[in-house]
């Protein structure tokens, strides 16, 4: 079960955001493999942990933000307006999506308690990255895929981007994104305030 609802046009979207090239570095798929492996633990502990509600949205917005690469993330799904902002403006948008990000997903990936994701395999993407595939289990239900772009081009190890049935999280996201930004009349500092609820 997805994440976010499908679309004709999400799902073609899908691969855009894998097109994406990141400068290559060093990493190779066992190391790509064990750093997926490392988020995929840390969000199981998180979610079925025996914490408040408020304590585990907590928890996955740090384990959220300590794996992602959120300033490329929301470079990504701002697109073209990217450009034109100023620094500070970069700065708070990065701030206020990771946010906006990590809560979201944190709320939904509640619903995987008692689930268990197994790495299935990964590819050398070249200058994309390592794309690693896992499938996600749930008592009861059919499972899932649940796939992860990883690369080191910023200089660390950082996951880009989630693909949920084949679906981007990056092209998903633009697409909400942008459609906050229209509402919000392009205003740019309109929509951080949005995101930050």
Not at 49 to 75: G, K, M
Not at 138 to 157: E, I, K, N, Y
Request: proline share 4%; hydrophobic share 40%; charged share 25%.
């Amino acid at each position: 079960m997805p994440l976010n609802k499908i679309t004709r046009r999400t799902a073609l979207l899908g691969a855009a955001a894998l097109a994406v090239p990141m400068p290559a570095f060093a990493l190779t798929e066992p190391q790509a493999r064990r750093y997926v492996q490392n988020i995929i633990d840390d969000f199981l502990e998180t979610i079925n942990s025996n914490a408040s509600d408020a304590d585990i949205l907590l928890r996955f917005r740090q384990v959220f933000s300590s794996y992602a690469d959120f300033p490329t993330i929301a470079r990504l799904v701002l697109g073209a307006p990217w450009r034109t902002l100023s620094a500070n403006q970069k700065t708070a948008f990065s701030e206020a999506f990771a946010d906006y990000l990590s809560d979201k997903y944190g709320q939904r990936f509640r619903a995987y308690r008692g689930a268990t994701i197994t790495i299935t395999r990964s590819v050398d993407a070249g200058r994309k990255g390592i794309l690693v595939y896992s499938s996600v289990a749930r008592v009861g239900q059919a499972p899932f895929d649940l796939d992860w772009q990883v690369s080191d081009g910023s200089g660390q190890t950082k996951m880009l981007d989630m693909i949920i049935e084949g679906i981007s999280l990056i092209s998903s996201e633009r697409e909400e994104i942008r459609a906050r930004l229209s509402g919000n009349r392009g205003n740019i500092d309109r929509l951080i305030a949005d995101l930050r609820g």
